[in-house]
């Protein structure tokens, strides 16, 4: 299955609005994503959107479909002791959830069901 992968809001919507009638079951899936950076106690911040379009005309079976993805780089996280541990953190953190309500309040605006997680390619999977 091919990705196409957006980092902006505005254009995966875009994407979708042009896909909505070919959206699988109207799932959109939107989560907030935190990974190692490598330095430490230091995560780097990401909102994440998939849902997955078949091609027009109702066939709902593979060959054709792909994979629409939104990665919203938000920004650093440092946590210490199991919490988030400075304003800038904090900052990155409440502009996470900002993002993703913003983004889920669209998306349900557009008739799209939103639901937590991330749809992945069976290759992306460990």
């Given at each position: 299955?091919?990705t196409?992968?957006?980092?902006?809001?505005?254009e995966?919507?875009?994407e979708?609005?042009m896909e909505?009638?070919?959206v699988?079951?109207?799932?959109?899936?939107v989560t907030?994503?935190?990974?190692?950076?490598?330095?430490?106690?230091?995560?780097?911040?990401t909102?994440?959107?998939?849902?997955?379009?078949f091609?027009?005309?109702?066939?709902?079976?593979?060959?054709?479909?792909?994979?629409?993805k939104?990665?919203?780089?938000i920004?650093q996280?440092?946590?210490?002791?199991g919490?988030?541990s400075?304003?800038?953190?904090?900052?990155?953190w409440?502009?996470?959830?900002?993002?993703?309500?913003?983004?889920?309040?669209?998306l349900?605006a557009?008739?799209?069901?939103?639901r937590?997680?991330?749809?992945e390619?069976?290759?992306?999977?460990?």
């Amino acid at each position: 299955m091919e990705t196409v992968k957006f980092n902006t809001v505005e254009e995966f919507l875009k994407e979708l609005e042009m896909e909505k009638d070919n959206v699988d079951r109207k799932i959109v899936r939107v989560t907030g994503l935190t990974a190692p950076s490598g330095m430490g106690p230091l995560y780097s911040l990401t909102v994440i959107a998939t849902a997955v379009i078949f091609p027009p005309g109702g066939s709902h079976a593979p060959p054709g479909k792909h994979l629409v993805k939104l990665q919203k780089g938000i920004g650093q996280i440092y946590y210490f002791d199991g919490k988030i541990s400075d304003s800038q953190s904090e900052e990155a953190w409440t502009r996470g959830k900002e993002v993703t309500e913003e983004l889920e309040g669209k998306l349900k605006a557009m008739g799209f069901d939103v639901r937590p997680g991330v749809v992945e390619l069976e290759s992306e999977v460990p």
